[in-house]
């Protein structure tokens, strides 16, 4: 039977194996690490380092197969040691200095600023103000007590006898991410939509982890808001890329109100750094182009429609992205892009609209050809819609119309669909160079 031992205070940790990385949208992440620890009886410090900085002090649950180890206290050591930090603590101190120059000084320390270190002179007690971009170099006795090269946790173990004791520490941490990027071809003639997916993951937790089972969450896990992290902690901002090329995908399942994707391989995720994985196979699916005129406006959007289905050789709870889309210049077989658009998470057999953009040869224009008040709260527009296709291509096109209050709609040229309660649709199609007018009237109530 496991043993569950909490952990108070300030804390966390990720040494030596890494074995699971679970990680979620929302900057965060949680870690499994195992070890195996050999530990003498009685109380004894335990140190371990290589832990990320960006952790969750609160979060630390540690399993123990083996009865009778307990934690007496622990800390996490983030006071590293740097050139100021060591400089304040020597305040009081005797230390030497040799400028660029090459002149010497040895004396007590009284301050350390940004521009300059006083000292005072021990035989004649007079007071060195030297600057700071004098000095080529400083020497000290020793290094202060209570620094540490990196972040550490310190424990303080109570064992009942001698041997090995396995562990399995888990916590959560913020500076790892994951997003997705869907890369699409779209074939027009066709009428199919090649789908390439990527996931990038991004490392700034301030530790790598080597040959970790890697599982990613997509949807909104509720998590409070706090700053967990002294400011200074934040880890440098650098990073580069490193492509995986896609041998191992990854699976999904439902998982309480989300979904889980666990990549089939292990894999290694440095720190300060971007990772790229293919999240499912290239996937070819059934599409359908749509023009969509918004009245009082002039543009016509663009648009590409595809069901998230089996069927339609999908099928995959597909999380949270960017969507880049490309086509095929038959001249000179080369891909042109034509378009960028943002996914939400989307569940399996819904329907997905992208937006390519506003379409060159396709018009709009709304015009109020008459207005009338018909008694106090009604009122009526006549109201006259013009569509140009100035291509070469048929384009089917639909308009929206939003409405408000109380509304009905008569006299119109086109048959129209009722979308929701404020808004009406109606669709044409236009041949190559065709001009189009639709025209109705409206009537709205004010209560």
Same mark, same amino acid.
């Given at each position: 039977?496991?043993?569950?031992?909490?952990?108070?205070?300030?804390?966390?940790?990720?040494?030596?194996?890494?074995? *699971?990385?679970?990680?979620? =949208?929302?900057?965060?992440?949680?870690?499994?690490?195992?070890?195996?620890? *050999?530990?003498?009886?009685?109380?004894?410090?335990?140190?371990?380092?290589?832990?990320?900085?960006?952790?969750?002090?609160?979060?630390?649950?540690?399993?123990? %197969?083996?009865?009778?180890?307990?934690?007496?206290?622990?800390?996490? %050591?983030?006071?590293?040691?740097?050139? $100021?930090?060591?400089?304040?603590? #020597?305040?009081?101190?005797?230390?030497?200095?040799?400028?660029?120059?090459?002149?010497?000084?040895?004396? @007590?320390?009284?301050?350390?600023?940004?521009?300059?270190?006083?000292?005072?002179?021990?035989?004649?007690?007079?007071? =060195?103000?030297?600057?700071?971009?004098?000095?080529?170099?400083?020497?000290?006795?020793?290094?202060?007590?209570?620094?540490?090269?990196?972040?550490?946790?310190?424990?303080?173990?109570? @064992?009942?006898?001698?041997?090995?004791?396995?562990?399995?520490?888990?916590?959560?941490?913020?500076?790892?991410?994951?997003?997705?990027?869907?890369?699409?071809?779209?074939?027009?003639?066709?009428?199919?939509?090649? @789908?390439?997916?990527?996931?990038?993951?991004?490392?700034?937790?301030?530790?790598?982890?080597?040959?970790?089972?890697?599982?990613?969450?997509?949807?909104?896990?509720?998590?409070?808001?706090?700053?967990? #992290?002294?400011?200074?902690?934040?880890?440098?901002?650098?990073? #580069?890329?490193?492509?995986?090329?896609?041998?191992?995908?990854?699976?999904?399942?439902?998982?309480?109100?989300?979904?889980?994707?666990?990549?089939?391989?292990?894999?290694?995720?440095?720190?300060?750094?971007?990772? *790229?994985?293919?999240?499912?196979?290239?996937?070819?699916?059934?599409?359908?182009?749509?023009?969509?005129?918004?009245t009082h406006t002039d543009k016509i959007m663009g648009k590409i429609v595809f069901v998230?289905?089996?069927?339609?050789?999908?099928?995959?709870?597909?999380?949270?992205?960017?969507?880049?889309?490309?086509?095929?210049? %038959?001249?000179?077989?080369?891909?042109?892009?034509?378009?960028?658009?943002?996914?939400?998470?989307?569940?399996?057999?819904?329907?997905? +609209?992208?937006?390519?953009?506003?379409?060159?040869?396709?018009?709009?224009?709304?015009? !109020?050809?008459?207005?009338?008040?018909?008694?106090?709260? !009604?009122? +009526? $527009?006549?109201i006259s819609v013009t569509l140009k296709n100035?291509?070469?291509?048929? $384009?089917?096109?639909?308009?929206?119309?939003?409405?408000?209050?109380?509304?009905?709609?008569?006299?119109?040229?086109?048959?129209?669909?009722?979308?929701?309660?404020?808004?009406? %649709?109606?669709?044409?199609?236009?041949?190559?160079?065709?001009?189009?007018?639709?025209?109705?009237?409206?009537? @709205?109530?004010?209560?």
């Open positions: 039977m496991k043993k569950i031992l909490p952990i108070p205070l300030l804390l966390l940790m990720a040494a030596l194996l890494a074995d *699971q990385v679970t990680i979620y =949208n929302n900057d965060f992440a949680l870690v499994r690490t195992n070890l195996s620890l *050999q530990l003498a009886k009685g109380l004894q410090d335990y140190y371990f380092e290589d832990i990320p900085i960006m952790i969750d002090p609160n979060s630390v649950i540690i399993t123990s %197969e083996k009865e009778g180890l307990d934690i007496f206290s622990q800390n996490y %050591e983030y006071d590293l040691a740097n050139t $100021r930090k060591i400089m304040q603590k #020597y305040i009081g101190r005797s230390i030497s200095l040799l400028t660029k120059s090459e002149y010497k000084f040895k004396g @007590i320390l009284q301050f350390n600023d940004f521009d300059t270190i006083g000292l005072i002179d021990e035989t004649d007690g007079q007071l =060195n103000l030297i600057q700071q971009d004098e000095i080529r170099n400083i020497v000290l006795d020793t290094l202060p007590e209570n620094f540490f090269l990196k972040p550490t946790l310190h424990w303080q173990l109570l @064992i009942p006898k001698n041997g090995e004791y396995p562990l399995e520490v888990s916590y959560l941490c913020r500076g790892m991410m994951w997003e997705v990027t869907y890369n699409t071809v779209w074939n027009e003639d066709k009428r199919i939509l090649d @789908i390439n997916s990527w996931v990038t993951l991004t490392n700034e937790t301030g530790k790598g982890f080597r040959d970790t089972k890697l599982k990613l969450i997509a949807g909104d896990v509720r998590k409070l808001d706090k700053d967990l #992290y002294p400011e200074r902690m934040t880890p440098d901002e650098a990073m #580069y890329e490193e492509y995986a090329k896609g041998v191992p995908t990854f699976e999904e399942k439902a998982f309480h109100d989300f979904h889980l994707y666990t990549l089939s391989a292990n894999v290694t995720i440095n720190n300060n750094q971007t990772k *790229q994985l293919q999240l499912f196979p290239l996937a070819k699916v059934k599409a359908e182009p749509k023009y969509e005129y918004r998230n289905s089996k069927s339609n050789s999908l099928g995959i709870p597909l999380p949270r992205g960017t969507v880049m889309i490309y086509k095929l210049d %038959e001249a000179d077989d080369n891909l042109e892009f034509i378009g960028e658009d943002r996914i939400d998470h989307t569940p399996t057999d819904e329907e997905i +609209e992208l937006v390519t953009g506003y379409a060159f040869d396709l018009v709009g224009e709304t015009v !109020v050809l008459e207005q009338r008040k018909e008694g106090k709260n !009604v009122l +009526e $527009r006549d100035r291509g070469t291509s048929a $384009r089917k096109i639909t308009i929206v119309h939003d409405l408000s209050a109380f509304w009905s709609i008569r006299s119109e040229s086109l048959p129209y669909a009722k979308k929701d309660a404020d808004t009406i %649709e109606f669709e044409k199609k236009l041949s190559g160079g065709e001009v189009f007018t639709l025209s109705w009237t409206e009537r @709205i109530e004010y209560k």
